[in-house]
């Protein structure tokens, strides 16, 4: 597997900078975020380098997520969390910090348990016929 240079990540595939792993096979890889935001908080990523969302491969993708629900399952397991937050930050305005694609798995303990997602909704903003023609907007650029 050719690894980035320069990509924390990927010298953690490698083993060449220690983690506390969790899930490993031929295409993906699981291990504890260092930065623990709930207890079990873990990254799941690809073996293969791609730097976030917009470059990654529907083949990727796929097997990226096809090993979520498993992970998350035995985190559930272990911990009996309340509930689960997938998080993927992609591009530094949206937080992305190491630029090796990763999904984060957040465990929710309840109210305090550290994590606080928040945002502002805009719906009065959008009328349905504003709605429609974002959505048209973005449907023609889809390419498969
Ligand atoms: P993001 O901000 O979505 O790019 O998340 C990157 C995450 O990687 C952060 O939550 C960091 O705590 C985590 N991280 C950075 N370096 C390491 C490392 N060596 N081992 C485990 N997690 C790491
Ligand atoms: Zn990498």
Request: hydrophobic content about 35%.
């Amino acid at each position: 597997m050719m690894a980035h240079e320069d990509c924390i990540f990927c010298k953690i595939i490698d083993g060449d900078i220690p983690s506390a792993k969790v899930y490993e096979d031929e295409k993906v890889y699981a291990f504890l975020d260092i930065s623990q935001v709930t207890k079990g908080h873990t990254l799941v990523i690809p073996k293969e380098h791609t730097k976030n969302i917009y470059e990654t491969s529907p083949e990727t993708a796929r097997e990226l997520f096809s090993r979520i629900p498993v992970i998350a399952n035995a985190i559930r397991d272990v911990y009996q969390p309340l509930g689960i937050n997938l998080l993927n930050n992609n591009e530094a305005a949206a937080e992305q910090s190491v630029f090796h694609l990763h999904v984060h798995l957040i465990p929710r303990y309840g109210d305090g348990d550290g994590y606080y997602p928040n945002w502002t909704t805009h719906t009065e903003d959008y009328s349905s016929e504003d709605l429609q023609s974002v959505a048209k907007a973005i449907s023609e650029q889809i390419k498969q």
